[in-house]
T-cell receptor, first 115, second 110 residues
Framework: NAGVMQNPRHLVRRRGQEARLRCSPM?????VYWYRQLPEEGLKFMVY????????ESGMPKERFSAEFPKEGPSILRIQQVVRGDSAAYFC?????????????FGPGTRLTVL | EDQVTQSPEALRLQEGESSSLNCSYT??????LFWYRQDPGKGPEFLFT???AGEEKEKERLKATLTKKESFLHITAPKPEDSATYLC???????????FGKGTRLHILP
């Protein structure tokens, strides 16, 4: 029973390039969350998606960042025209359901370095 | 403003020396409080969910408790492999995102 999978694990981009981060949720989970972790900072919520729908993107910067979770395939977090401040660890989590229970299970993360 | 504060920021203990980590929270309507463990270079690993004041949960050397304003993670007779960052997080009613504290870095000396 595979856990949440993320790839790549490490990504290096130069300023101005695009970064694409992928997340495959646990089997049976249809809810995906993206978080960002800066050095010495806590995990910060970015966006919550269900299949083909963005439910809550209140934590995502308005410009350059976008996310999708298509009917088929992994969830994608896309960062256009990256800047040095985008360097961070990006974690994806998945959950089987909402309602009372909302345990979220995290992937290993993608560490983005912007040169 | 919704907030989760963890203390201490870092804690060094001798193997076998029991202690507690604190998580205080201010949120309007708590749906659940979560404890995670995070090892360097890895994603958070789920430990516990607590839903209501007075609730307690245990797993090996760890026990989590919850009051209306804070949660404690008690570590009994820790071992070096318990060294990690422990994260506390809350989920509000009618919301799905989790608000994390900055964590407590725990180091158990052999």
């Amino acid at each position: 029973n595979a856990g949440v999978m993320q790839n790549p694990r490490h990504l290096v981009r130069r300023r101005g390039q695009e970064a694409r981060l992928r997340c495959s949720p646990m089997k049976g989970h249809s809810h995906v969350y993206w978080y960002r972790q800066l050095p010495e900072e806590g995990l910060k919520f970015m966006v919550y998606l269900q299949k083909e729908n963005i439910i809550d993107e209140s934590g995502m910067p308005k410009e350059r960042f976008s996310a999708e979770f298509p009917k088929e395939g992994p969830s994608i977090l896309r960062i256009q025209q990256v800047v040095r401040g985008d360097s961070a660890a990006y974690f994806c989590a998945s959950s089987p359901r909402t309602g009372v229970y909302n345990e979220q299970f995290f992937g290993p993360g993608t560490r983005l370095t912007v040169l | 403003e919704d907030q989760v504060t963890q203390s201490p920021e870092a804690l060094r203990l001798q193997e076998g020396e029991s202690s507690s980590l604190n998580c205080s929270y201010t949120v309007s309507g708590l749906r659940g409080l979560f404890w995670y463990r995070q090892d360097p270079g890895k994603g958070p690993e789920f430990l516990f969910t607590l839903y209501s004041a007075g609730e307690e949960k245990e797993k090996e050397r760890l026990k989590a408790t919850l009051t209306k304003k804070e949660s404690f993670l008690h570590i009994t007779a820790p071992k070096p492999e318990d060294s990690a960052t422990y994260l506390c997080a809350v989920c509000k009613n009618r919301d799905d995102k989790i608000i994390f504290g900055k964590g407590t870095r725990l180091h158990i000396l052999p």
